[in-house]
């Protein structure tokens, strides 16, 4: 079964435009990590913020973490055609990553 | 820059025929997973392994599905006899032993035909 679940769905925005992509979850996590996934491929692992922190940079990535709020979202800046994907918030609670159905960005150039 | 293995990378079969994929973890990392995911969703864990251990094969459909570490590396997944509903992409991953990121094998797309 899925834990997190993004808003929105999909996502279409110009380059050079910053986009944000939100996750929602239900239980308690010792971390939640993003991943990006090129069409037809496998994920790649973006970054890992972890329970205790509320804000994490990772060059055009800023991903914050609200654990009241049981939320977290992923900010893309300045994006580039090339950051057309889709993105996965990914929960890891008691020894297992769940993931939810993801945001598809689109970035036109 | 060290990367998962998986073959085949696209699997056609008919219904009721066994199918079977192959992961190679990164070396030295102790947890290997495999998902499934259907188009336009996101992955589910079917089983984990700890080493050579499963840890959590609560979602995998084991009338059909098997999965083994033998030593503890690499992995297979069988599907026996496959549906038509397991037509997806198994996704193979490993990490540390300790958690953190995941890294994941580019997939294998399974269609049963």
């Known amino acids: 079964s899925q834990q997190g679940e993004e808003d929105p769905q999909a996502l279409s925005i110009q380059e050079g435009e910053n986009a944000t992509m939100n996750c929602s979850y239900k239980?308690?996590?010792?971390?939640l990590q993003w991943y990006r996934q090129n069409s037809g491929r496998g994920l790649v692992h973006l970054i890992l913020?972890?329970?205790?922190?509320r804000e994490k940079h990772s060059g055009r990535l800023r991903v914050t973490l609200d654990t009241s709020k049981k939320s977290s979202s992923l900010l893309i800046t300045a994006s580039r055609a090339a950051d057309t994907a889709s993105y996965f918030c990914a929960t890891d609670g008691d020894n297992d990553m769940r993931f939810g159905a993801g945001t598809r960005l689109t970035v036109k150039p | 820059e060290a990367e998962v293995a998986q073959s085949p990378r696209y699997k056609i079969t008919e219904k009721s025929q066994a199918v079977a994929f192959w992961c190679d973890p990164i070396s030295g990392h102790a947890t290997l997973y495999w998902y499934r995911q259907i188009l336009g969703q996101g992955p589910e864990l079917l089983v984990q392994f700890q080493d050579e251990s499963v840890v959590d094969d609560s979602q995998l459909p084991k009338d059909r599905f098997s999965a083994e570490r033998l030593k503890g590396v690499d992995s297979t997944l069988k599907i026996q006899p496959a549906e038509l509903g397991d037509s997806a992409m198994y996704l193979c991953a490993s990490s540390h032993r300790g958690g953190g990121g995941y890294t994941f094998g580019s997939g294998t797309r399974l269609t049963v035909v």
């Open positions: 913020i972890r329970s205790n922190e």
């Open positions: 239980t308690s996590i010792n971390n």
